[in-house]
């Protein structure tokens, strides 16, 4: 049976809240907005970074809830700025068929504050 990787939750347009290249590394991610994407701790995403085309791989660490936690952290640290502006997107891999139906968890954060509207 054939697999595909499709988007399965996207934290779209966040801002870089703190950076911490003294850390085993990560990201961590305020719970709230982990739980409205669907993301998991531990879970493998991808970060993109609007203001300067990075993009790397990392996982999830959980923030504390309701901060707008955004905080990248050991060599990843050196990809993003404090106030730099991200895309967090987590895939999942499953079946032709049922990726074709798939609905994605995606959300819009106020890049303010990073919190739900």
Do not use: W
């Not at 700025?81 to 967090?88: S, T």
């Amino acid at each position: 049976m054939m697999q595909v990787e499709v988007v399965k939750s996207k934290i779209h347009r966040v801002t870089v809240t703190e950076s911490n290249l003294n850390y085993v590394g990560s990201i961590t991610i305020d719970e709230d907005l982990m739980d409205a994407a669907n993301i998991i701790h531990g879970e493998r995403v991808h970060v993109v970074n609007n203001n300067n085309g990075e993009r790397f791989d990392t996982y999830v660490i959980p923030g504390e809830r309701g901060s707008g936690t955004i905080c990248l952290n050991g060599a990843a640290a050196r990809k993003v700025l404090p106030g730099d502006v991200i895309i967090i997107i987590a895939y999942a891999l499953m079946p032709f068929e049922e990726a074709k139906a798939f609905v994605p968890s995606v959300i819009f954060p106020d890049t303010a504050t990073n919190r739900l509207p």
